[in-house]
């Protein structure tokens, strides 16, 4: 048929568990939970095991060891996911130019048209997942449909390692009794909303009248009566690479200080700086994130002017006046996340004052010579401290 796709999807249950587990096997067995050191920590991810017992993703870590006594802590190792997921994406690449792989442990790859090299999708798709199991030790869930929506959903209805392959035409007939949760994009809140209209199933969401619906939803009522029916026009698109440098900090309590919580920033951007100078590169712009203690987030992106910028100075310079702008309510302060991205290589300009060339150099050579003592000492070694 003219212009019908075939989307694969693989999904890796728990993937960030399942690649901890690959290099400690004797945790296979036993409840593991990823989690940052402190009581005041929440859990990243859980292995089937710890999901058993009733912990899940975002749940306090001291909740979870009155749950389960015996669950095992492990620190996330992201760089090492990042990793993981990236030598998967180059390994379904030699299927298809087309591998989406935006969230580690979903893969999107878009196998229309390699019949003839490959053969039959539903065998292609299975060929991918004993690929993936041979060479990685990862089990996935497989879907096959015409877009990746129907494929998406069809892999979370089977266990890892079998193969759903929804015929073209079925794609609604497919979706009617499953829950409506089951969608992608469709939340507690939602699914609580639509539970209001006694609609629990996708098949009800499909027949529901358009402008009743659009009365709660709004403007993604029409969208949600399209994905319901199947329908989804997105295509594959390659994963590319952003290079980025982020330090998230949750704190040992609860700060409203402002003086500490400068402190705390100052160390998150000493810490980026450190990783920017080892890579030889200079941020384009920032973004800044403050999670309060009753729940609530604040977030901005700003440009950073200068091209050079490296010295830990310089960049707190440009974060702080940005955290005053943020940090504007009575509120405790649990969490404080800093990004750097847009990395270019430094480079410099001449200027049009002698004294301000001078002040500059003057601050990257005291960089310089922190960041020998830091590399012959250790890290902690040496810190800044501010005159009250």
């Known amino acids: 048929m003219k212009g019908l796709r075939n989307i694969v999807h693989l999904g890796v249950p728990d993937f960030y568990t399942a690649i901890e587990e690959l290099r400690r096997p004797e945790l296979k067995r036993r409840p593991l939970v990823l989690a940052k050191a402190g009581e005041r920590s929440v859990i990243q991810s859980v292995n089937s095991n710890a999901r058993k017992e009733g912990l899940r993703e975002g749940m306090p870590l001291s909740l979870a060891r009155r749950l389960c006594r015996r669950i095992n802590v492990l620190p996330s190792d992201f760089h090492h996911y990042r990793e993981k997921h990236l030598d998967i994406v180059r390994e379904f690449g030699s299927f298809s130019p087309l591998v989406e792989g935006s969230c580690p442990g979903s893969y999107f790859i878009d196998v229309t048209g390699t019949r003839r090299l490959w053969g039959p999708g539903p065998d292609l798709a299975c060929r991918m997942e004993k690929d993936l199991c041979g060479k990685m030790g990862l089990r996935s869930r497989v879907g096959l449909a015409s877009n990746k929506l129907v494929s998406q959903v069809a892999a979370t209805c089977i266990d890892p390692g079998d193969l759903s392959f929804i015929f073209p035409g079925n794609e609604e007939s497919f979706l009617s009794p499953l829950p409506v949760d089951l969608l992608p994009g469709v939340g507690e809140v939602t699914t609580s909303r639509l539970a209001g209209f006694n609609i629990l199933k996708i098949g009800q969401l499909a027949s529901f009248p358009l402008d009743m619906l659009a009365a709660v939803f709004g403007r993604s009522a029409q969208r949600l009566l399209k994905i319901a029916k ?52 200079c941020p384009g712009n920032f973004r800044l994130e403050i999670r309060y203690a009753d729940g609530v987030s604040v977030d901005t992106r700003r440009r950073i002017s200068s091209g050079s910028v490296q010295a830990d100075r310089f960049l707190f310079r440009s974060v702080l006046p940005v955290f005053h702008q943020l940090f504007r309510r009575r509120v405790a302060v649990r969490r404080l996340i800093l990004e750097f991205s847009d990395l270019v290589m430094p480079f410099s300009q001449l200027s049009l004052f002698t004294w301000e060339k001078k002040r500059s150099s003057k601050e990257l050579n005291l960089q310089k010579v922190l960041d020998s003592i830091r590399m012959k000492f250790g890290k902690g070694i040496i810190a800044w401290a501010r005159i009250a």
């Open 230 to 281: 199947g329908m989804d026009p997105a295509p594959v698109l390659p994963t590319h690479q952003v290079p980025r440098v982020c330090i998230t900090k949750i704190l040992d309590r609860d700060e409203i200080d402002l003086g500490r919580l400068e402190s705390v920033l100052f160390q998150q951007v000493e810490e980026a700086g450190w990783n920017l100078r080892r890579h030889n590169r």
